[in-house]
Structures are given as C-alpha cells and as structure tokens.
C-alpha cells in the first residue's frame, strides 16, 4: 500500500489545516489509517485514526475537539481537519495504514504502511 500523505503548510496560531491521505492502488477503507507526526528531537506520537469498519475515529488527548478525522470513500482518502492550531502543533505530520487489533490501534508499531509525511508549521 503506497499512501501519500498532502496539505501541510505554514499558518498562524488559531488557523485551519487540512491533511489528505490518499491511495492508488488500494481502498483506504479496507485499512484503519492512523495518523502520526513528529516533531524536531521527538519521537514519532499518535494523533488520531480512523477505523475501517464502523469508520469510527478516536483521538490523542492533545488533540481532542481540535482535530476531526474522516473518510471520503469516494475519494479514497482519509483527511485530518486541524482547528485552532498551536505552536505545539508543528511537526511532520504521516499518515499510516493496517490491520491491527482494535486494542493496538494507538500503536505506532502496529501500521504496516506509510506515506511520506507532510509539513505543518504553526507560528505564534
């Protein structure tokens, strides 16, 4: 599964951003897809995903009423919607995809696939 992950930039305390993933060659929703982002001298930490199945998403804590993980199967894509952007927000940000057990949903080490990542700086 190639995944390519799209829309990062550079914006303001408070703004919006919208991230893409995206897949050619596979059906996104045959996948949990995960997103993750990584920030300079940091590990890599999760920030949210989506299930396959129901499409459920569920959320790191920093995160939460912040961000908004959905599909659009017609698309095949899976899109992050960041509101209310901080300065901690800024990082690389990667989408990953898998087939893992709900309970390792969270876990880095769980997605098999992943895209390239996508640059998100928030100035304050």
């Known amino acids: 599964v190639q995944l390519q992950a799209s829309g990062g930039g550079f914006v303001q305390a408070g703004g919006s951003l919208r991230l893409s993933c995206a897949t050619s060659r596979n059906t996104l929703r045959d996948y949990v897809v995960g997103w993750f982002r990584q920030a300079p001298g940091k590990e890599r930490e999760f920030v949210g995903g989506i299930m396959r199945s129901s499409s459920n998403p569920f959320y790191a804590d920093p995160v939460k009423g912040r961000f908004t993980i959905s599909r659009d199967n017609a698309k095949n894509t899976v899109n992050l919607h960041m509101d209310n952007l901080k300065s901690e927000d800024t990082a690389v940000y990667y989408c990953?995809?898998?087939?893992?057990?709900?309970?390792?949903?969270?876990?880095?080490?769980?997605?098999?696939?992943w895209g390239q990542g996508t640059l998100v700086t928030v100035s304050s």
């Open positions: 990953a995809a898998g087939t893992m057990i709900y309970s390792e949903r969270r876990n880095r080490d769980a997605y098999k696939y």
